[in-house]
């Protein structure tokens, strides 16, 4: 059964620290991985990752992939209030008739105060 | 840039009655994905169209159908709510493997 993991589940940091959020998976036909933010709303995407070892940043965002071990991280600096949200991290494989499909994880819940 | 559109935003329905949510994909967009999410949960995949044909099924109740229209909208139809189907249901659409999603229906069973 395809799964995707995420730890910790729950993170309390005071603004500018910075913190590091995991997610590993295990899915059938992996394409890629992504990350969104979701607040009191819909997730927002954040990053998308199909290559391993390489880097992709956005301000005080980066994120890298891992194919051989089958993780990700989520690194946030300098951390702002406005971080806090849940980061949701999801693999796409294909699913049946070639479709895709994305498995989410359970969430990081990021409380950052001030 | 436009986003995913869901109508209505909100819902308050009773056991038993039935609802249809609408879901508007980003143009040019030409997969649409259905997700139940309980609070405190992580989207639950119900569904998803490719060019308007039934493309994955995950855990959608019996109760619940979808369909895709030639313009590439898609409406979910709930029927026999139950209590437990009080969720916040996302719609989300993808060209290819990112999936953009809308601002989400809450469906309030009472």
């Known amino acids: 059964e395809d799964k995707v993991v995420q730890s910790p589940l729950s993170l309390v940091v005071h603004e500018g620290d910075t913190v590091t959020l995991n997610c590993s998976y295990e899915?059938?036909?992996?394409?890629?991985l992504l990350w969104y933010k979701q607040e009191k709303k819909a997730p927002t995407f954040l990053f998308m990752l199909?290559?391993?070892?390489i880097e992709k940043k956005s301000g005080r965002l980066s994120s890298i992939l891992d194919k051989k071990e089958l993780f990700s991280i989520l690194n946030i600096t300098a951390t702002q209030t406005g971080d806090s949200a849940v980061y949701l991290c999801a693999a796409t494989a294909l699913g049946i008739q070639g479709a895709q499909k994305l498995v989410f994880g359970q969430g990081t819940r990021l409380t950052i105060n001030p | 840039a436009a986003g995913v559109i869901q109508s209505p935003r909100h819902l308050i329905k009773e056991k038993r009655e039935t609802a249809t949510l609408k879901c508007y994909p980003i143009?040019?967009?030409?997969?649409v994905y259905w997700y139940q999410q309980g609070p405190g949960q992580d989207p639950q995949f119900l569904i998803s169209f490719y060019e308007k044909m039934q493309s994955d099924k995950g855990s959608i109740p019996d109760r619940f159908s979808a369909q895709q229209f030639s313009d590439y909208h898609s409406e979910l139809n709930m029927s026999s709510l139950e209590l437990g189907d009080s969720a916040l249901y996302f719609c989300?659409?993808?060209?290819?493997?990112?999936?953009?999603f809308g601002p989400g229906t809450r469906l309030t069973v009472l």
């Open positions: 199909t290559s391993s070892g």
């Open positions: 899915v059938t036909n992996f394409r890629s």
């Open positions: 143009p040019r967009h030409d997969t």
């Open positions: 989300a659409s993808s060209l290819s493997y990112t999936q953009y």
